[in-house]
T-cell receptor, first 112, second 113 residues
Framework: DTGVSQDPRHKITKRGQNVTFRCDPI?????LYWYRQTLGQGPEFLTY????????KSRLLSDRFSAERPKGSFSTLEIQRTEQGDSAMYLC??????????FGPGTRLLVL | AQSVTQLGSHVSVSEGALVLLRCNYS??????LFWYVQYPNQGLQLLLK??????LVKGINGFEAEFKKSETSFHLTKPSAHMSDAAEYFC???????????FGKGITLSVRP
């Protein structure tokens, strides 16, 4: 069990550029979650997958955001046409059941 | 809808003193409740969880929390603070069907020598 990993750990981009983040969950965890955490706030739910199926998306996930988990293993989160308001820490978590989400270290995005 | 309230944003205690971090929740269904800790520039680590078994839950690093349904509370305590406990602490709630977490705003714990 190597834990949840995320790549990159840090990303600086210019407004209007597209960015993609990757999350590798704990092996055989069937649930994968994405959260966004802004400075001074708790994480906010964005979306989650059970295997390859995306089962729920938050209203926070605008049309510029898309997430995939093509083979039920790793997941990607893409933000198109980034805005300064997208600057945040993007956290991924995985779960092997209904409880115990294990979090990755996060990807910190800064949009200039 | 579920929600979590963590009053105050910062708590400061002396090393060796009692730690008490408050959490109140709102849920229309029996909740699962969690406390997570976050160290700077790191992800969240689960401290403890309540899943409708014992109301007094013991976690890692000497922390414990008590579920009080009548008060809709799940306060986190530790009898004696250590310098290494300085971090940000988040309380979270989920329902029993869809386990997405709803977090509070977090509390920063400082420990004075």
């Amino acid at each position: 069990d190597t834990g949840v990993s995320q790549d990159p750990r840090h990303k600086i981009t210019k407004r209007g550029q597209n960015v993609t983040f990757r999350c590798d969950p704990i092996s055989e965890h069937n649930r994968l979650y994405w959260y966004r955490q802004t400075l001074g706030q708790g994480p906010e739910f964005l979306t989650y997958f059970q295997n390859e199926a995306q089962l729920e998306k938050s209203r926070l996930l605008s049309d510029r955001f898309s997430a995939e988990r093509p083979k039920g293993s790793f997941s990607t989160l893409e933000i198109q046409r980034t805005e300064q308001g997208d600057s945040a820490m993007y956290l991924c978590a995985s779960s092997g059941g209904l409880v115990d989400q294990y979090f990755g270290p996060g990807t910190r995005l800064l949009v200039l | 809808a579920q929600s979590v309230t963590q009053l105050g944003s910062h708590v400061s205690v002396s090393e060796g003193a009692l730690v008490l971090l408050r959490c109140n929740y709102s849920s229309s269904v029996p909740p699962y409740l969690f406390w997570y800790v976050q160290y700077p520039n790191q992800g969240l680590q689960l401290l403890l969880k309540y899943t409708s078994a014992a109301t007094l839950v013991k976690g890692i690093n000497g922390f414990e929390a008590e579920f009080k349904k009548s008060e809709t509370s799940f306060h986190l305590t530790k009898p004696s603070a250590h310098m290494s406990d300085a971090a940000e602490y988040f309380c979270a709630v989920s329902d029993q069907v869809n386990s997405k977490l709803t977090f509070g705003k977090g509390i920063t714990l400082s420990v004075r020598p």
